[in-house]
Structures are given as structure tokens and as C-alpha cells.
């Protein structure tokens, strides 16, 4: 079992302080930024431009994972992909499976490692030749619906599905790395640690809960501090 690793989501920062909120993260420990590339048509929300990661990346030596929320996969990797700090860039599956090889092929291309996605409801089963064909290096389950910031997550499901993953994985083949992305809290980190997730992605329901952006740095600071002395604790 690959070591527990934290990833936290920049959508969670303060954007008009992303140098300021980078530096505290990396300064606490953090093992990746994430990030979330929009496009506003494969979820309803646009992302990040590649300048603004572009500069981010000329601050810090954090490692990142990019997480590609967009109809068309290779155009984001054209865009984002000459970034050294990113270590992972991972794609939807649902509406690129005709295309996923070629897609992954790109990214590796790129020395980045390559990451398949899977929405809530998309089952396990469609990793199955992509894990036996040694494809990939990481797994990312969504924990919400992609895009939406504030919604019910879904533990049980992520939980049963990284078990099943799992289970591929002992017949067929390892991953690097398998992160929940969204819905991650307190209360279930420490379960899904069990199912099998080594890395968690942290924003509202975690590093970053009880922050009020309007609140003194000063008191956002000590909250996001206990927090992740929290979440690491409970893994
Ligand atoms: C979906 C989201 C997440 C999210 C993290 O990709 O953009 O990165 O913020 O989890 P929450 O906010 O649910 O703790
Ligand atoms: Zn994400």
C-alpha cells in the first residue's frame, strides 16, 4: 500500500491570494495542489486558465494533479500539459472512452503519470482492461457530482467501488495512486482509508471547512492548520 497522500483544491482558496494560500499549504506539508480544469459544457461551472496555473507553478514546488473536467481532453492537455509540477493529469472517462488510449498515450507522452476518473454512478467494471493492460497509474473516484461545489456526497458508494477496485487490482495488475475527489469529511476518511484510498482530495469538507474568506487570514489560518492536523490524525 502506497503512503496516505493529501491533495488540496485550489477552488477552495482564496483567488485573489492564491500565492499567500499555496505557500500556507505547501508550508503545512501538502503533497499535491489539485486542480480543476472546467470547461463549462462536460460540468456546469468553468475552471482554471493554464496562465494562472502557469504562475502557481512558478511559486511552489508542490506537486500537482490536474483533473480534467472538459469535453475535449486533449486540447487540455495541450494547454496545461508543459507544466513541470504536474505529476498526474486525469480524464473522465464517461464520453472519452472511444478515445481514452490515445488519450492516455498523450499524457504519457508528456512524462505525466495518467489518471482515470470515474463519476459517482460509473461502475468499476470499465477500468478492467485498462488495469489488466497495465494503462494507467491512478484511479480518481468522485465523491460528488463533478462541478457542483456544495452537495451531498456519497461514502458508501465510493466506498464499495474502491473495494472493488481493489479486488481488480489483486487479479489484474497496481496503481500508484487512488483518490476520492469530493464529499471527503471527518467522519469518513477514515473508512474510506480502509476501502482502499490513499489519496484524498481536501476542500470544503476538510482542510478548508469553517473558512470564511471575509474572516481575518489570522483566524482562516489556524482553522485550516487544525484542520489538516485533523485529517491527518484520522488516517
Ligand atoms: C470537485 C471539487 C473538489 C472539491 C473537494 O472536483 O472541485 O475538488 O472542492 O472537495 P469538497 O469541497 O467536497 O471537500
Ligand atoms: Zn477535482
Same mark, same amino acid.
Given at each position: 500500500?502506497?503512503?496516505?497522500?493529501?491533495?488540496?483544491?485550489?477552488?477552495?482558496?482564496?483567488?485573489?491570494?492564491?500565492?499567500?494560500?499555496?505557500?500556507?499549504?505547501?508550508?503545512?506539508?501538502?503533497?499535491?495542489?489539485?486542480?480543476?480544469?472546467?470547461?463549462?459544457?462536460?460540468?456546469?461551472?468553468?475552471?482554471?486558465?493554464?496562465?494562472?496555473?502557469?504562475?502557481?507553478?512558478?511559486?511552489?514546488?508542490?506537486?500537482?494533479?490536474?483533473?480534467?473536467?472538459?469535453?475535449?481532453?486533449? #486540447? =487540455?492537455?495541450?494547454?496545461?500539459?508543459?507544466?513541470?509540477?504536474?505529476?498526474?493529469?486525469?480524464?473522465?472517462?464517461?464520453?472519452?472512452?472511444?478515445?481514452?488510449?490515445?488519450?492516455?498515450?498523450?499524457?504519457?507522452?508528456?512524462?505525466?503519470? =495518467?489518471?482515470?476518473?470515474?463519476?459517482?454512478?460509473?461502475?468499476?467494471?470499465?477500468?478492467?482492461?485498462?488495469?489488466?493492460?497495465?494503462?494507467?497509474?491512478?484511479?480518481?473516484?468522485?465523491?460528488?457530482?463533478?462541478?457542483?461545489?456544495?452537495?451531498?456526497?456519497?461514502?458508501?458508494?465510493?466506498?464499495?467501488? =474502491?473495494?472493488?477496485?481493489?479486488?481488480?487490482?489483486?487479479? #489484474?495488475?497496481?496503481?500508484?495512486?487512488?483518490?476520492?475527489?469530493?464529499?471527503?469529511?471527518?467522519?469518513?476518511?477514515?473508512?474510506?482509508?480502509?476501502?482502499?484510498?490513499?489519496?484524498?482530495?481536501?476542500?470544503?469538507?476538510?482542510?478548508?471547512?469553517?473558512?470564511?474568506?471575509?474572516?481575518?487570514?489570522?483566524?482562516?489560518?489556524?482553522?485550516?492548520?487544525?484542520? #489538516?492536523?485533523?485529517?491527518?490524525?484520522?488516517?
Amino acid at each position: 500500500m502506497n503512503k496516505i497522500t493529501f491533495g488540496s483544491s485550489i477552488i477552495c482558496m482564496d483567488h485573489i491570494n492564491f500565492e499567500r494560500d499555496v505557500k500556507l499549504v505547501e508550508n503545512l506539508g501538502i503533497d499535491f495542489l489539485h486542480l480543476d480544469v472546467m470547461d463549462g459544457n462536460f460540468v456546469p461551472r468553468y475552471g482554471i486558465y493554464p496562465e494562472i496555473l502557469k504562475r502557481m507553478a512558478s511559486i511552489t514546488d508542490t506537486k500537482m494533479d490536474l483533473h480534467l473536467m472538459v469535453n475535449n481532453p486533449e #486540447f =487540455a492537455i495541450d494547454q496545461f500539459g508543459s507544466i513541470d509540477n504536474i505529476e498526474y493529469i486525469s480524464v473522465h472517462i464517461e464520453k472519452n472512452e472511444t478515445n481514452i488510449l490515445r488519450i492516455i498515450d498523450k499524457i504519457k507522452a508528456l512524462g505525466k503519470k =495518467a489518471g482515470i476518473v470515474l463519476n459517482l454512478y460509473t461502475p468499476v467494471i470499465v477500468l478492467e482492461e485498462l488495469i489488466k493492460h497495465s494503462e494507467i497509474d491512478s484511479v480518481l473516484f468522485m465523491g460528488i457530482h463533478p462541478g457542483v461545489l456544495i452537495q451531498q456526497s456519497r461514502p458508501q458508494t465510493v466506498y464499495r467501488k =474502491a473495494q472493488e477496485l481493489n479486488d481488480l487490482c489483486a487479479q #489484474f495488475g497496481s496503481l500508484d495512486m487512488i483518490q476520492c475527489d469530493g464529499g471527503v469529511s471527518f467522519d469518513t476518511i477514515s473508512t474510506l482509508k480502509d476501502s482502499g484510498i490513499n489519496n484524498f482530495v481536501c476542500g470544503s469538507s476538510t482542510l478548508y471547512k469553517g473558512i470564511n474568506l471575509d474572516n481575518p487570514w489570522e483566524e482562516n489560518v489556524l482553522k485550516i492548520e487544525s484542520n #489538516f492536523k485533523k485529517m491527518k490524525a484520522l488516517v
